[in-house]
């Protein structure tokens, strides 16, 4: 009796061994509801399939409507997919698969009502992704699902309106894309904390992110696009960061970005464009960084940026560009540095740029275009450097008030079609050394163009040089230059004693204040240097230079001085 018991035990332990063994390594296709039928006769100790399962085939339909016959399977390691079944409605017959080594697919199937039948399915070792399924209802039948290791993509289920089911999943290392489904809201996603790819959400009747009031970090691009009934960013109060863009366009009904209070960096681009109700940017508060692009673009009603009082650093560029109805830049005062162009243009009926105040330097281009009621652009007091600087087709603009303090232009100053502009003089502290083009055309009034950095670049040689279709004064480049010429005439006269002259071998210079002379240095009248004199007294000699007309530069220890002189015989 004893041996026989343990004959008995012996093979009821081989026989659990036997069942437990992996199968089919090369993976099965089913293609028709016989072949699930027939699949425990077929394999009847088969319970862990090694390779990739195949319910359905893609682009054609199959007549499976049940999944009875695999009920054995508890572990599929490669993936699942079942797809293009016409007449399946449920899973059953998945109620003992645990789990699922690689990804779990589900689409195309127009009859699927819900996903009872793997209500025992714990883990996904890459990516669940549900999509076309028409008639899909219900996916709480993944309440017990703890592990998704990528992706969840569930797009384009067009009864779905709950994601009931999904939430004991915690994070994603991959991908999150809710889209074309119409739920309301992200109830289901109650659990997730961290996506370390990135979120995609475009479904049409979904009015906030209640549902994702966890998630504190995204690890890459978000984008909320056409979210017709999208007002606010309600449920993701404890998101920090988006480390990758966040793109949020074409919402009809968002109004205010309410929600993102905790959100602190942005670290690519912020695009905000063609959002209809949007009015500013409030629930932004805590946003300080911005690494890439901010770009503001058609957003019909913006009035102000209100709730980017925080913003200190764009790393890219800045656009603010066609909003119709932006009135005032009110919000961004604090920035400090944007790393390339700043970019205002084409806003309607923007009147004045006065809230850059603490910005100090760009890395590129300072550009101002086609703002037809922009008069006022005095908020750049801080600002000292800019790699170029266009302003164009701004009628209404009178002055360039504000960039006083600017000093460094390091390639182009562009002004053009500005037809009230008066006068240059705010850009005279400009250093023009490395600057290789000026364009001053199409000022209908502008007749004064002999600032100090214009006129020291006119006489920089090899030089891109466009000076025309301006008032009397700064209708060409001959005209700038006399006018520099008499201005440095005059505020030298004032200074300077130079005598006699005109002169043969020796001419004396003094000047009226305490300064010592350093050095003089003597131009012909092409601009060639003749003469360059280091001071050791008050007279200069003469005698190597042909007669003629000279021009004369005087460094003295303050100042620099300029004065027209001749030499007969």
């Not at 088969?46 to 359905?56: A, Q």
């Not at 201005?487 to 009226?512: D, G, M, Q, T, W």
Request: proline share 2%.
């Amino acid at each position: 009796m004893k041996n026989f018991t343990l004959l008995i035990f012996s093979f009821l332990f081989s026989g659990i061994t036997i069942l437990a063994q992996p199968c089919l390594p090369e993976g099965i296709t089913f293609y028709d509801q016989q072949q699930v039928d027939e699949f425990s006769t077929n394999f009847p100790d088969c319970t862990e399939i090694e390779g990739d399962v195949l319910i359905g085939w893609i682009g054609t339909t199959s007549d499976i409507s049940n999944l009875d016959g695999l009920n054995q399977i508890n572990k599929v390691n490669g993936k699942l997919f079942i797809n293009w079944n016409m007449w399946l409605s449920d899973l059953n017959g998945l109620n003992n698969l645990s789990s699922i080594g690689d990804s779990l697919l589900i689409e195309y199937n127009p009859s699927l009502k819900n996903l009872s039948g793997l209500a025992n399915l714990n883990t996904i070792g890459r990516s669940l992704i549900i999509n076309y399924n028409d008639s899909l209802v219900d996916i709480s039948g993944l309440r017990r699902l703890t592990s998704i290791g990528e992706s969840l993509e569930i797009s384009d289920n067009n009864t779905l309106t709950s994601l009931s089911g999904l939430e004991n999943i915690n994070t994603l290392n991959g991908n999150l894309a809710i889209r074309g489904n119409p739920i309301t809201n992200l109830n289901g996603l109650n659990g997730l904390i961290e996506v370390h790819g990135n979120c995609a959400f475009n479904n049409n009747h979904m009015e906030d992110f209640i549902g994702l009031s966890n998630l504190q970090n995204i690890g890459g691009t978000t984008y909320v696009t056409r979210c017709d009934s999208l007002e606010n960013f309600d449920g993701l109060e404890n998101l920090e960061q988006i480390s990758g863009k966040f793109d949020v366009s074409n919402n009809q009904k968002l109004y205010s970005f309410t929600g993102l209070e905790s959100l602190s960096k942005i670290g690519l681009d912020f695009w905000v464009s063609d959002n209809e109700k949007l009015t500013n940017f409030s629930g932004l508060n805590s946003l300080d960084t911005i690494s890439g692009y901010l770009l503001i673009m058609d957003n019909e009603i913006l009035e102000n940026l209100e709730g980017l009082e925080n913003l200190q650093f764009v790393g890219n560029f800045l656009t603010l560009f066609d909003n119709d109805n932006l009135t005032s830049l009110q919000g961004i005062q604090d920035i400090q540095h944007v790393g390339t162009v700043l970019s205002v243009w084409e806003n309607e009926v923007l009147q004045e740029i006065t809230h850059f105040n603490h910005l100090q330097s760009l890395g590129g281009s300072l550009d101002i275009g086609f703002n037809p009621n922009l008069s006022d652009i005095s908020g750049f007091s801080e600002l000292t450097s800019v790699y170029a600087i266009a302003i164009w087709n701004n009628p209404l603009l009178n002055g360039l008030n504000g960039l006083e303090n600017l000093t460094f232009v390091e390639q182009r100053i562009s002004i053009k079609n500005n037809p009230l502009l008066l006068n240059l003089f705010p850009l005279s502290n400009v250093v023009s050394d490395s600057m290789t083009e000026l364009i001053i055309t199409g000022n209908e009034r502008l007749s004064e163009c002999h600032a100090k950095s214009i006129c020291d670049f006119l006489r920089h040689p090899g030089t891109t040089i466009q000076i025309h279709d301006n008032a009397v004064g700064c209708s060409s480049i001959e005209e700038v230059n006399e006018a520099c010429q008499s201005a440095i005439n005059k505020y030298s006269a004032a200074h300077l004693i130079i005598f006699p002259n005109p002169a043969e071998n020796e001419i004396y210079v003094r000047l009226k204040s305490n300064e010592s002379i350093e050095k003089t240095i003597v131009y012909d009248n092409f601009g060639k240097t003749v003469l360059i004199d280091i001071v050791t007294g008050t007279s200069i000699n003469l005698s190597g230079i042909q007669p003629g007309i000279y021009f004369m530069e005087i460094h003295a220890s303050e100042n620099v001085y300029h004065t027209k002189f001749y030499k007969h015989h």
